[in-house]
T-cell receptor, first 112, second 109 residues
Framework: EAGVAQSPRYKIIEKRQSVAFWCNPI?????LYWYQQILGQGPKLLIQ????????DSQLPKDRFSAERLKGVDSTLKIQPAKLEDSAVYLC??????????FGPGTRLTVT | RKEVEQDPGPFNVPEGATVAFNCTYS??????FFWYRQDCRKEPKLLMS???SGNEDGRFTAQLNRASQYISLLIRDSKLSDSATYLC??????????FGKGTLLTVNP
């Protein structure tokens, strides 16, 4: 079974630029999550989708971050404009209902 | 108070040692509890769920004390391959996972 796919794996941008990350969950998983993991910290949930509806986006900085999951499968997370403190690994995870969450390899973002 | 707090670490132990990780959580309404493992520059992976009755998986034993809001993980006879960051994770409403900062374990030959 294919795992959660993410791209790109690495991205370096300058502050105030924009960036987008893509995630393809495990086939059949209705729930999709985006996490931000800053170096030395545990992952922090940014947004949770159930199919293409948002369940929780309470920790998403909505002035600069946006996410969508239009057809209930793939998802994109965008940052515009980026700040230095956005440097982190962005992890996508998916699960089938309330079962175990499976994480993708992440996108390592460096903002200079 | 942080939602999930773990021993700051890092822990450095010799092969064969027993090592214990501790974790506390602040929300008494939390529903489920887990330990995840994260290797360097890799994604987190579920190690084991934690139940009030305590549960064991080979060399790993997890305990939950709901009254004290305390979770523990014990690793016996540690191996070099156990070197990783161990993340304490709590699940609340909407099945949202809240992660601790993690504790880095290095097992030395």
């Amino acid at each position: 079974e294919a795992g959660v796919a993410q791209s790109p794996r690495y991205k370096i941008i300058e502050k105030r630029q924009s960036v987008a990350f893509w995630c393809n969950p495990i086939s059949g998983h209705a729930t999709l999550y985006w996490y931000q993991q800053i170096l030395g910290q545990g992952p922090k949930l940014l947004i949770q989708f159930q199919n293409n509806g948002v369940v929780d986006d309470s920790q998403l900085p909505k002035d600069r971050f946006s996410a969508e999951r239009l057809k209930g499968v793939d998802s994109t997370l965008k940052i515009q404009p980026a700040k230095l403190e956005d440097s982190a690994v962005y992890l996508c995870a998916s699960s089938q209902f309330t079962n175990e969450q499976y994480f993708g390899p992440g996108t390592r973002l460096t903002v200079t | 108070r942080k939602e999930v707090e773990q021993d700051p670490g890092p822990f450095n132990v010799p092969e064969g040692a027993t090592v214990a990780f501790n974790c506390t959580y602040s929300n008494s309404a939390s529903q489920s509890f887990f330990w995840y493992r994260q290797d360097c520059r890799k994604e987190p992976k579920l190690l084991m769920s934690v139940y009030s009755s305590g549960n064991e998986d080979g060399r790993f034993t997890a305990q939950l004390n709901r009254a004290s809001q305390y979770i523990s993980l014990l690793i016996r006879d540690s191996k070099l391959s156990d070197s990783a960051t161990y993340l304490c994770v709590v699940r609340g409403s909407n099945y949202k996972l809240t992660f601790g900062k993690g504790t880095l374990l290095t097992v030395n030959p």
